[in-house]
């Protein structure tokens, strides 16, 4: 490997993603320029907003789909000036102006001419633990539910915890935020910022491209033989690939419920795995990666592992100031056969990821989408869990705000998991810290704290000892899960219990997928049904049958046969609806507030 390569080697995957695009940029006859939308419309949503809007389908009513920030400010922070601020970005970037809306042409944004915001605000400063008071009131504000149809799809609360010490909260919905967005807005915020308080004029880059651009060129590009190309190398990334096969604590049932365990990565194994990424001609996240891979080899007792990961999706120098959601979710695969060396394992993930980031354009939902893989409501397809690092550069470090305030950011969670488990590390101020989510409704605590210990048992020798082979590392106390066992297939009802619902369904089946017939046991998938087509399917039957079907009752039938039988034992009324949560922190006391967090946290 020449000294170029092994420079781009140790890139993160964003920056190596960039120069991949500026290469690709550089082709004779490439269009470089991105066309601008029409604000006024019709623009169309981008194939991530037309996913996580099948997906708020999928389970109402949920917010794990949201995109959570805690943003600390220490100094005289001005909060009219703040403010005045947030409505400026605002004015510069359609995202936190946009909706979105169904239409026979299929899902659109809109983007509203005019939004302005009176910052909410809240006085913490008079109570004895006011950071206690506002960790609750952060973790409802985290799981606010948007609806993706009125908007605003972002909210926002200043908290004043003392004279010179402020939160602001800040949370969206994934269809118009992501991490490489915050930090876009929180550094036009600071510059507005500290335009007001000094006087002067916010030094900003003018004519952003907006999130419809994105999403026009987007639907330009990923089409005819480019998409072909693209589907091509992910079927191939995919074929055979028969997941991880855990069978976990509790019997899998549909449930998003998270919790988190956060931990820190010991500095000397930060330091080896610096070192050992540019010995590799790789990365940090590569060797993180590939610790990650030996750990869900000794979890499953497979040697072919598949880890989803996401990213920016800024790769076009265009793209890098968006205000939106671009990110992507990419497949990274790896053989752990053979006993290689650690050292030789990283090499493999490094070519992987290399060459993935060289495809990473076509939409995770297009590649679902195109292998139909089996869909049972319970788990996500493909792969189960998911690996992120550093995808927020804002939290290594401090941001400026104005004269005489400098402000920190944090992720937060929201008691949601999206996938089985994942595995987050961050760059920040304290050192290379590490966050597990996990779905508690099937994974137990002690199970969680168990996987945790042995990631950072496995990585430590690792990185210490790269060249031993993968069964020389240690093999930590695990939890003790049994195989999966495979989903039998569904029964099917005999002739004699054909259902009179039976007929509408497979009518409104035919249409939607635009069949001549549908059999009572053919499956809505198979024949060709897909994300945004569930959806309305399950609108059309609604209004056809006056039933409450959810998509998420869709998926788990899968037939005209079972789905009848579903409709037909529905219950007549509507069960009660869940309570809303407690009231504001301001009427509650401090002993009702820390119960209340402890009732949160228990729903998580």
Excluded at 261 to 278: G, M, R, V, Y
Excluded at 289 to 316: E, F, K
Excluded at 535 to 561: C, K, P
């Amino acid at each position: 490997m020449n000294d170029s390569v092994a420079r781009l080697a140790r890139l993160t995957p964003e920056q190596r993603a960039r120069l991949v695009a500026k290469a690709r940029q550089s082709t004779p006859g490439r269009e470089n320029r991105v066309p601008r939308a029409d604000p006024a419309g019709p623009i169309p949503a981008s194939f991530a907003q037309e996913q996580l809007w099948f997906l708020s389908r999928l389970v109402p009513g949920v917010p794990n789909y949201n995109v959570p920030f805690r943003f600390a400010f220490d100094g005289p922070l001005d909060a009219e000036a703040l403010t005045g601020a947030l409505n400026d970005v605002i004015e510069r970037h359609d995202a936190l102006r946009t909706t979105l809306e169904a239409t026979p042409d299929g899902l659109r944004q809109i983007v509203h001419p005019h939004l302005e915001t009176e910052l909410a605000q809240t006085d913490l400063s008079g109570y004895e633990e006011p950071d206690t008071l506002a960790a609750t009131r952060q973790f409802e504000l985290a799981r606010t539910v948007f609806d993706l149809e009125k908007g605003p799809l972002w909210t926002a609360e200043l908290q004043r915890l003392a004279d010179q010490r402020h939160v602001l909260v800040w949370v969206a919905s994934h269809t118009i935020a992501d991490g490489g967005s915050i930090g876009v807005v929180v550094e036009e915020l600071a510059k507005c910022y500290t335009a007001r308080v000094t006087g002067t004029e916010a030094q900003l880059d003018p004519n952003p491209v907006q999130l419809g651009d994105f999403a026009t060129w987007q639907k330009q590009e990923i089409t005819g033989d480019r998409a072909e190309e693209l589907l091509g190398y992910w079927r191939e990334q995919v074929r055979g690939y028969a997941g991880l096969g855990l069978s976990y604590d509790h019997p899998k049932r549909p449930g998003l419920d998270g919790r988190t365990i956060a931990f820190q990565i010991e500095p000397s194994t930060a330091a080896n795995a610096d070192q050992l990424a540019k010995k590799r001609n790789s990365s940090v996240f590569m060797v993180l990666l590939a610790a990650y891979q030996v750990l869900l080899m000794r979890l499953s007792g497979r040697d072919d592992i598949a880890v989803a990961t996401p990213l920016a999706g800024r790769d076009q120098p265009e793209f890098e100031r968006v205000a939106g959601s671009l990110t992507n979710t990419v497949v990274l695969r790896a053989s752990l056969a053979d006993n290689p060396e650690f050292g030789q394992l990283v090499d493999q993930v490094r070519d992987v990821t290399f060459d993935a980031l060289k495809h990473a354009d076509l939409p995770f939902g297009k590649l679902v989408a195109e292998l139909k893989p089996a869909r049972n409501g319970q788990s996500n397809p493909i792969t189960q869990t998911i690996f992120s690092y550093g995808g927020t550069p804002m939290m290594r470090g401090v941001t400026q705000f104005g004269p005489d305030v400098r402000m920190r950011c944090d992720g937060m969670s929201n008691g949601t998991v999206r996938f089985d488990f994942e595995l987050v590390l961050d760059e920040k101020l304290e050192g290379l810290s590490a966050r597990f989510e996990y779905n508690a409704d099937w994974i137990d605590q002690a199970s969680a704290e168990l996987i945790c210990q042995a990631y950072q048992e496995i990585l430590a020798e690792a990185v210490r000892q790269p060249e031993q082979k993968l069964d020389e590392l240690p093999e930590p106390r695990l939890p003790d899960w049994e195989p999966e066992q495979d989903i039998p297939e569904q029964e099917r009802r005999s002739i004699e219990d054909v259902s009179p619902l039976e007929e509408p369904l497979a009518q409104l089946w035919a249409a939607r997928l635009e069949v001549e017939q549908v059999g009572r046991d053919d499956d809505f998938f198979v024949l060709g049904g897909h994300s945004f087509l569930a959806t309305e399917l399950v609108a059309d039957i609604n209004a056809h049958l006056g039933s409450r079907l959810t998509v998420l009752e869709l998926f788990q039938t899968g037939t005209v046969a079972s789905l009848a039988q579903l409709i037909e034992e529905m219950p007549a009324e509507a069960p009660d609806p869940e309570p809303d949560l407690a009231g504001t922190v301001e009427s509650m006391s401090d002993a009702e507030v820390a119960a209340e967090l402890r009732r949160l946290r228990s729903r998580a």
